[in-house]
C-alpha cells in the first residue's frame, strides 16, 4: 500500500505561484493499493525447498550405499569362500582378518557419517592456537604418510595467542584431516606449512600443501558428503564435509584457493576470543 500526500497552495492550484505562504493549502491524498495473491509463490517456494532436501538426501543415500556396500560385498564374498572351505589354517586366518578389516571400515563410515550429521559442541574451551597446532600435527607426523612430508609451522607467536573458543577435539580433527589429505595428495613427499593470521574480530588458519592442486571440475563439489578424488577404499570422502561443518558450527568460514600443479590451500576463519570469554 503506497499513500502519497501533497499539499499545494491555493494560487498554485490555480496555476499561479505567489511565492506567498498562508493558509489557503489545500490537502490531497492519493492511495495506491496493490494486492498480489501470494499462495501460489509461497507454494512453489516450499516445493523447492523440500526437492533440495530430497535431492540431497537421495545424494546422502547413495554415497551411504556406495560406501558401505563395497565391503558388505567383499565380506560375503570372504564368508562364502570359507563356508566352502580351506585347505589351511593359514589361508583361514588370512580371510578372517579380511573380514575383521572390512567391518572395521563399515565401522568408521558410520562414525564419519555420525561426527558429519551431529556435529557436537563438545566441551568448549578457550584455546591458543600457537600451542594447539603443533600438538595437533605431532599426532600424525609418525604416520607413514606424512614421514617424508617437510612441516612449516609459521604462527607468529609474537602478536599473540590467537585465541579461539571451541573443542579441541574438533580443531585437532580439522587440522589432521586437511593435513592427512595434503599428504596424501603429495604422496608422502613435499612440504606441508601453516600460518596465522589475525584480521578484526578474526582469527585465520592458512594450511597449504605443495600437491598437484584441486582440478577445476573437482573443486565445485569438493565439500559434499562422500565425493572423493582417492582410490577406491583408500577414502570416505566424508573428511571436508565432517570439517565444514565443525566450522560452521563455531560460526566460522572453510575455504580454499588452488591451482591445478600449484598446490592448495584452505583458509579457516573463526571468531576471535578473549580471555574474558572464558570467565
Request: net charge negative; charged share 25%.
Amino acid at each position: 500500500v503506497i499513500l502519497s500526500t501533497s499539499k499545494v497552495a491555493g494560487d498554485e492550484a490555480d496555476g499561479k505561484n505567489t511565492g506567498r505562504q498562508d493558509s489557503s493549502f489545500h490537502t490531497y491524498a492519493s492511495w495506491m493499493i496493490l494486492a498480489s495473491d501470494m499462495t501460489e509463490r509461497k507454494y512453489l517456494e516450499r516445493q523447492l525447498i523440500h526437492s533440495e532436501k530430497l535431492a540431497s538426501i537421495g545424494l546422502l543415500a547413495a554415497g551411504v550405499a556406495h560406501e558401505v556396500g563395497n565391503p558388505l560385498s567383499a565380506i560375503s564374498g570372504y564368508a562364502q569362500i570359507l563356508a566352502a572351505g580351506v585347505e589351511t589354517e593359514e589361508e583361514r586366518a588370512e580371510y578372517l582378518d579380511a573380514i575383521v578389516n572390512q567391518t572395521g571400515r563399515i565401522q568408521k563410515i558410520l562414525r564419519e557419517l555420525l561426527d558429519y550429521s551431529r556435529p557436537s559442541r563438545g566441551q568448549v574451551e578457550l584455546l591458543s592456537l600457537t600451542e594447539m597446532l603443533p600438538r595437533a600435527i605431532s599426532m600424525i607426523q609418525g604416520q607413514r604418510v606424512f614421514r617424508g612430508v617437510e612441516v612449516d609451522l609459521n604462527l607468529n607467536e609474537n602478536q599473540g595467542p590467537y585465541l579461539v573458543s571451541m573443542d579441541p577435539d574438533h580443531l585437532a580433527q580439522i587440522v589432521i584431516i586437511i593435513a592427512m589429505n595434503a599428504a596424501q595428495a603429495m604422496n608422502g613427499e613435499g612440504r606441508f606449512s601453516i600460518s596465522l593470521e589475525r584480521e578484526p574480530n578474526w582469527v585465520k588458519m592458512k594450511l597449504s600443501d605443495t600437491g598437484p592442486g584441486i582440478a577445476p571440475e573437482a573443486a565445485e563439489r569438493l565439500f559434499e558428503p562422500f565425493f572423493t578424488t582417492k582410490n577406491p577404499g583408500e577414502g570416505t570422502g566424508l573428511g571436508l564435509s565432517i570439517c565444514q561443518r565443525l566450522v560452521d558450527s563455531y560460526k566460522g568460514r572453510i575455504e580454499f584457493q588452488s591451482k591445478p600443479g600449484h598446490g592448495a590451500t584452505f583458509v579457516i576463519s573463526l571468531p576471535e576470543a578473549s580471555v574474558k570469554d572464558s570467565l
